[in-house]
């Protein structure tokens, strides 16, 4: 069966067949079309008093004016129903059912002898119109024809699933009836179309009611009885032939006997010898024709059938061939055929053993539930798979990968009446693939790897530097400490006894000087009684000035008692700086180190005619290594001074925040660049020439206030300065020897 894949809709199943059904859909709009002119034609009489145009024919019946409404009906629904709009086909359908109601009322009062006057509700006062004829009313068989079209209608679009049209029997019969009557008026036999004493049914009204009835086996003719008729077979090519000579044919020789009798010839056995030599000779010829058509109908079957075999064969030869596996299945899940691939995955010596089969007569049952429930699916939901990876298992429980796809078949009804469905191994590519990602995997595990002994090997170089760092910190500690512990060893023993000395000195000076006013007021006494002695003593004291010696004698000593303090400070200085007593975690007044290690860096602060500005504000104690907080400080002041062109400034500002103290060294220097910014804290990186710097004073500060879970920031701009901020807690968790 061929297939629209794109819309998943049958095509057509030949181009005359499709020619037919076309022609009987608008052959059914046009007996619609004239079942309402007629019966206007007719209301229009009525309306105007004129009796031709009620009764068509002198002489005849008259339509009843309700009949001719009830037609007129019938034909719009039979018009509405040929359109393309489903809601209007709804309402066309009620509209059936309403007619058959209305008619079936009269029928009834015929039935129970109790007249319901439906009938005389239209010009109640002119159903006289007709002259010579009794009052108009609805005839029995005009009824009848009604119900039997009204529920016709009512039915059109309904199809079993046998596809039958119940609506098709119901419009035969009332074909028939009306046909009836028209032959009863062609023939005038008056039992055809009169009832009893009921009126006649009307001759137009018969012949509306034969369109009618046409109209609806025309305007469905692809579905139930009429689509044999429809169909591209013999006996639908036969059946559009035949029929219209079996109903025309004998009618008219009946009517030609009925001439002939007219005309004097009254002969019976002539006439019934006439009729019978007039049917033969028609279905003699009859079934020439048909024979002729069976003959060419054969030839051309027998002609297709061979082109057909050729094309199956080739098709049958070409699936054998192609490696995917193909079968098609019908709706009930059972194999129509398959090629020799899907044969053999079934387990199959051929593709002939596989008709009528299951998916449980050939696979496992939980195998053949899971490619069932697929199949079901596809053909439940109408939509085609393509291309889906499945994991599959052959007959002998041998796995593969393979990509499916399947496609439902439709009937001409778009209902799904089957599914062919193709299957690719991809078994080999799809080992591939695995391989493929495990090798993926295992390259990944070993970039991991890899990273993992990098990440090491950097962690292990960075702890290495750092170790470095602490080591050379270590050293310049103990080089400091024992060069702090020797000038102060060296210094301070000299400095004791010259203290003394100087104390003593000062104390004898006094009472030398006390002596010489004494001796001075016997100068004259002398110059008396030894000229020459009075005259040596003058010339000593003029060349000694002695008078500005004694008088300079206390300043000269009290400047040297201040100079020898100032060494002393200069000493605790640098002890407080160093704190080689102080090993361990103490709470300090950082104010304190900070003062002792800018007074200590104030020389080399002079010698670049830098400003060194202090800025302290209380602060609380903080438990901490005070040696190593007065390193860093020392380290960023140093920086700092280096860091500034002549007449600049350096402000160290202390600070109380919320966490506990901060410690800023701001700068008004040449500021870093924010390319080197992010490294200044590594190990032995400096932007300083070659032999000025090692690289690691910031490097041991960052560790040692981290040591101290604090934080050391920076802020620079690049030519206007940098500010470096230490934050301490009060009180931080560390091992007693900090790192």
Request: net charge positive.
């Amino acid at each position: 069966m061929p297939l629209d894949l794109q819309n998943k809709a049958p095509l057509p199943a030949s181009d005359s067949v499709l020619r037919v059904v076309q022609t009987m859909r608008r052959s059914a709009r046009v007996f619609a079309v004239i079942a309402i002119v007629i019966p206007a034609f007719v209301l229009l009489g009525w309306a105007l008093r004129v009796p031709a145009m009620v009764s068509i024919v002198p002489g005849l019946v008259a339509m009843n004016p309700l009949v001719a409404v009830l037609l007129a009906g019938c034909g719009i629904s039979l018009l509405v129903q040929t359109g393309n709009s489903e809601a209007a086909r709804r309402w066309a359908g009620r509209a059936g059912i309403i007619i058959a109601i209305i008619a079936g009322v009269k029928l009834l009062g015929f039935v129970s002898g109790r007249d319901t006057f439906v009938d005389q509700v239209l010009f109640r006062h002119r159903l006289d119109l007709v002259p010579g004829l009794p009052p108009n009313r609805m005839a029995p068989n005009a009824a009848l024809v009604l119900i039997l079209l009204g529920a016709a209608l009512s039915m059109l679009n309904i199809t079993t699933r046998r596809n039958r049209r119940p609506s098709e029997p119901l419009a035969i019969m009332a074909g028939l009836v009306a046909l009836l009557a028209l032959v009863g008026y062609l023939y005038d036999v008056t039992s055809l179309y009169h009832v009893r004493t009921y009126i006649p049914m009307a001759m137009h009204t018969a012949l509306v009611s034969g369109m009618l009835a046409l109209g609806v086996l025309f305007a469905r003719s692809s579905a139930g009885m009429m689509s044999t008729v429809t169909s591209k077979t013999v006996g639908g090519q036969t059946a559009r032939k035949l029929l219209p000579a079996a109903v025309l044919v004998p009618i008219g020789l009946g009517w030609l006997r009925v001439l002939a009798e007219r005309a004097g010839l009254r002969d019976a056995v002539l006439g019934m010898t006439m009729v019978i030599l007039g049917n033969v000779f028609f279905f003699v010829l009859l079934i020439g024709f048909t024979s002729g058509l069976l003959r060419r109908a054969d030839s051309r079957r027998q002609s297709s059938e061979g082109k057909l075999s050729k094309e199956r064969n080739l098709l049958r030869s070409l699936i054998d061939n192609v490696p995917d596996s193909i079968f098609i299945k019908d709706a009930t899940g059972r194999y129509i055929t398959c090629n020799l691939a899907h044969a053999r995955f079934a387990g199959l010596t051929g593709p002939e053993e596989i008709a009528g089969k299951t998916v449980f007569d050939l696979h496992p049952p939980d195998i053949a539930k899971i490619y069932s429930g697929n199949d079901r699916a596809v053909m439940d939901g109408g939509q085609t798979l393509l291309g889906r990876e499945e994991y599959l298992t052959d007959s002998h429980g041998q796995p593969q990968w393979a990509v499916v796809s399947k496609i439902p078949l439709f009937d001409e009804r778009k209902a799904v009446i089957g599914l062919v469905g193709i299957t690719r191994d991809i078994t080999p590519q799809k080992k591939a693939e695995l391989e493929r990602q495990r090798a993926q995997e295992q390259l990944r595990d070993q970039n991991a790897q890899l990273q993992a002994m990098a990440a090491s090997e950097h962690e292990a170089h960075e702890a290495l530097k750092r170790a470095q760092g602490q080591m050379v910190q270590a050293e310049k500690l103990a080089a400091l400490g024992q060069l702090v512990a020797g000038v102060a060893h060296e210094i301070n023993n000299p400095l004791s006894f010259v203290s003394n000395n100087i104390a003593v000195l000062q104390r004898d000076v006094k009472a030398i000087r006390s002596l010489l006013e004494i001796y001075q007021k016997t100068d004259a006494a002398v110059q008396a009684a030894m000229p020459d002695l009075s005259a040596e003593i003058r010339e000593l004291c003029e060349r000694v000035d002695l008078v500005y010696t004694l008088a300079n004698l206390d300043e000269m000593m009290a400047r040297s008692r201040d100079g020898l303090k100032r060494i002393q400070q200069i000493v605790k200085d640098l002890r407080d700086f160093a704190r080689l007593d102080e090993s361990d975690l103490h709470e300090v007044d950082l104010n304190q180190g900070v003062e002792s290690t800018v007074n200590i860096v104030r020389g080399r602060a002079k010698s670049r005619q830098v400003a060194i500005e202090l800025d302290l504000h209380p602060l609380p104690a903080v438990a901490c290594f005070p040696a190593k907080i007065n390193q860093v400080i020392m380290n960023l002041v140093a920086n700092a001074i280096d860091a500034c062109p002549p007449n600049a400034t350096v402000t160290v500002r202390t600070s109380r925040i919320e966490s506990g103290v901060c410690i800023e060294v701001i700068d008004t220097g040449s500021g870093i660049e924010p390319r080197v910014l992010e490294r200044i804290f590594d190990p032995f990186f400096t932007t300083k020439p070659q032999g000025e710097g090692t690289g690691l004073g910031l490097s041991i500060s960052y560790g040692i206030v981290r040591d101290h879970q604090g934080t050391i920031e920076v802020d620079s701009t690049p030519g206007r300065g940098s500010r470096f901020s230490v934050k301490l807690p009060l009180r931080a968790a560390m091992p007693k020897q900090a790192r």
